[in-house]
């Protein structure tokens, strides 16, 4: 049984594509997965599964577009994955508000995209993973998903630095 941290994009954002953790839940635990969690509302799950991890996706996209309606990307890594993605963060952890972890749905080989107007913000693209750095802060920033999504056709989910641990942290206590 592998332990999965999953990602949906999109979901109880500005009021769109509105679904309740506990209805997810069932909704998962309905789906044959083991273990299932969710952590506050906007798509991270941990769950259990003999599959692998398309095949996990494929049955929570198809499950959520059945039941609620809704064509939400699912993106999936396991424990080794979502270490290794913190371990690699290349810029400082001084201050964890302007930290960001982007989940891609697939290995991407470029390294820089065409990005006016970022001023002091930073960014790595490193195979399925973009690391951020917003010094100007997330609300002003134009490291979006939207953006990575558009100059590299991928699915993007980004989660902040204290998301992405407590996932981790969820995930491995269980």
């Known amino acids: 049984m592998k332990t999965y941290i999953i990602l949906l994009r999109g979901i109880n954002v500005s009021g769109k594509n509105k679904l309740p953790m506990a209805d997810l839940r069932t909704l998962l635990n309905d789906l044959g997965f083991k273990n299932v969690q969710t952590y506050i509302q906007s798509g991270n799950i941990i769950l259990e599964s003999e599959e692998g991890k398309s095949v996990v996706c494929n049955k929570i996209k198809e499950g ?15 424990i080794p994955e ?11 952890i001084d ?3 302007i930290v960001a972890f982007v989940f891609l749905n697939k290995k991407v080989y470029e390294t820089k995209i ?3 107007g970022i001023n002091n913000d930073e960014y790595l693209i490193d195979n ?8 100007s802060g997330f609300g002003k920033t ?3 998903n939207n953006l990575f999504e ?10 902040n630095y204290k998301t992405t641990i407590k996932l981790l942290e969820l995930a491995t206590d269980s």
């Open 128 to 135: 399925d993973m973009i690391y951020i750095y917003c010094q």
């Open 114 to 116: 065409d990005v006016k």
């Open 142 to 144: 134009k490291l979006s």
């Open 64 to 78: 959520i577009q059945s039941k609620f309606g809704y064509d939400v990307p699912v993106i999936a890594r396991t």
């Open 95 to 97: 201050n964890t508000k």
């Open 150 to 159: 558009r100059k590299l056709n991928v699915t993007a989910t980004t989660r």
């Open 82 to 92: 979502w270490k290794k993605a913190i371990a690699k963060y290349p810029f400082p």
